[in-house]
T-cell receptor, first 113, second 115 residues
Framework: RKEVEQDPGPFNVPEGATVAFNCTYS??????FFWYRQDCRKEPKLLMS???SGNEDGRFTAQLNRASQYISLLIRDSKLSDSATYLC??????????????FGTGTRLTIIP | EPEVTQTPSHQVTQMGQEVILRCVPI?????FYWYRQILGQKVEFLVS????????KSEIFDDQFSVERPDGSNFTLKIRSTKLEDSAMYFC?????????????FGPGTRLTVT
């Protein structure tokens, strides 16, 4: 099983629609979780952290289900500028107590005018 | 807003040559990282660096790779003898601390092409 698994898409949705992405992770000891956004040929940028209680930032809502090892991202009222690849990222602590980010392959989203 | 910078933006080299990729992390950050992304694939962790030593490395980071902080500002990744499969985008990142609440900030990347 992949460490972090995402549906690669692509998702092509009309402007204004709601879109949801899902992600699963294999390491039950994973400690923190994030959604990053990556535009074509650019660096990943943190979109939001994901907490067990769920968290919202404007049009974006993230959820974490530790029991199912499942993370989700919901984008409401999508805009053309939301077109990007969305990366599910898990922060694991190694046996040496060091952290490393493990990335999913990303889900590509295109918002259609 | 402070940012991580990387040079060069694009490096073309011949197989077997040595390359050095340079990064300037955000000035008050203490933890530094290198990641790579082969075209069309996921971002992969290479190495983390703290207090002038490697704190963690992946299986990708073999003896051909090394990192250094030669002065107070630069953080470099050296590939001693490049292979075709080293062609990728290399991202440097830095964070203020290592705990999960501290964001890793990524630089714009260096595209390495090995011919």
């Amino acid at each position: 099983r992949k460490e972090v698994e995402q549906d690669p898409g692509p998702f092509n949705v009309p402007e204004g629609a709601t879109v949801a992405f899902n992600c699963t992770y294999s390491n039950s000891a994973s400690q923190s979780f994030f959604w990053y956004r990556q535009d074509c040929r650019k660096e990943p940028k943190l979109l939001m952290s994901v907490y067990s209680s769920g968290n919202e930032d404007g049009r974006f809502t993230a959820q974490l289900n530790r029991a199912s090892q499942y993370i989700s991202l919901l984008i409401r009222d999508s805009k053309l500028s939301d077109s990007a690849t969305y990366l599910c990222v898990v922060n694991n602590v190694s046996n040496f107590g060091n952290e490393k980010l493990t990335f999913g392959t990303g889900t590509r989203l295109t918002i259609i005018p | 807003e402070p940012e991580v910078t990387q040079t060069p933006s694009h490096q073309v080299t011949q197989m077997g040559q040595e390359v050095i990729l340079r990064c300037v992390p955000i000035s008050n950050h203490l933890y530094f990282y290198w990641y790579r992304q082969i075209l069309g694939q996921k971002v992969e962790f290479l190495v983390s660096f703290y207090n002038n030593e490697i704190s963690e490395k992946s299986e990708i980071f073999d003896d051909q790779f090394s990192v250094e902080r030669p002065d107070g500002s630069n953080f470099t990744l050296k590939i001693r003898s490049t292979k075709l499969e080293d062609s990728a985008m290399y991202f440097c990142a830095s964070s203020e601390d290592w705990t999960p609440s501290y964001e890793q900030y990524f630089g714009p990347g260096t595209r390495l092409t090995v011919t």
